[in-house]
């Protein structure tokens, strides 16, 4: 499976500002998804990131609040913008296996709490 | 729509217990099923998977097998240590490429010594 990166692993945020997180993968991949994760929850997607277009967003959650980037077939950025102690949370990058298929593998997560 | 349901927890076992956490899904089509496994303070892993009725996923020495006629996919392992303890999620996928993925709540797992 893919090696997974993300920056920063965490990190305490004051309301009103916004974070980037930054995800490398150390192979090419197609599809790219982020995931929140609120404390004691399960996982809730964000978005979905192909590179070269518009990330497609779930019900729920908006650009303007989590703007993505996806420049290339390895890296990709999710900001979370405006933060409000709501917004504390692990945010989880995501992948395909090199082969494509149906299985997703995740990195390590960007524990972020917004004070 | 899809959906997986486990078994609540916590679920807190001494060392060496038998364990089984219980996952049944809602599906339309034959989705291919999974165990992720959450460490305190880490992302989550793949613990095993199955993607066609009667499969069995092993690793670690749990193992999960696919029950379409009881749409179950349990988690078992025979004796579970210490280092076991963290939060399981079932979660299944009917589409290629890791779209659709629909998560269980998840269930907490405690060893105790």
């Known amino acids: 499976s893919a090696v997974i990166s993300q920056k920063p692993s965490r990190d305490i945020c004051q309301r009103g500002t916004s974070l980037t997180i930054q995800c490398q993968v150390d192979s090419q991949v197609t599809m790219m998804f982020w995931y929140r994760q609120q404390p004691g929850q399960s996982l809730t997607l964000i978005a979905t990131a192909n590179q070269g277009s518009e990330a497609t967003y779930e019900s729920g959650f908006v650009i303007d609040k989590f703007p993505i980037s996806r420049p290339n077939l390895t890296f990709s950025t999710l900001t979370v913008s405006n933060m409000s102690p709501e917004d504390s949370s692990i945010y989880l990058c995501?992948?395909?296996?090199?082969?494509?298929?149906?299985?997703?593998?995740f990195g390590e997560g960007s524990w972020l709490t917004v004070v | 729509g899809d959906s997986v349901t486990q078994m609540e927890g916590p679920v807190t076992l001494s060392e060496e217990a038998f364990l089984t956490i219980n996952c049944t899904y809602t599906?339309?089509?034959?989705?291919?099923l999974f165990w992720y496994v959450q460490y305190p303070g880490e992302g989550l892993q793949l613990l095993l998977k199955a993607t066609k009725a009667d499969d069995k996923g092993s690793n670690k020495g749990f193992e999960a097998t696919y029950r379409k006629e009881t749409t179950s996919f349990h988690l078992e392992k025979g004796s579970v240590q210490v280092s076991d303890s963290a939060v399981y999620f079932c979660?299944?996928?009917?589409?290629?490429?890791?779209?659709?993925?629909?998560f269980g709540p998840g269930t907490r797992l405690s060893v105790l010594p």
């Open positions: 995501s992948v395909t296996g090199q082969s494509g298929g149906n299985t997703i593998y």
């Open positions: 979660a299944l996928s009917e589409r290629n490429y890791g779209q659709n993925f629909v």
């Open positions: 599906a339309t089509g034959y989705p291919s």
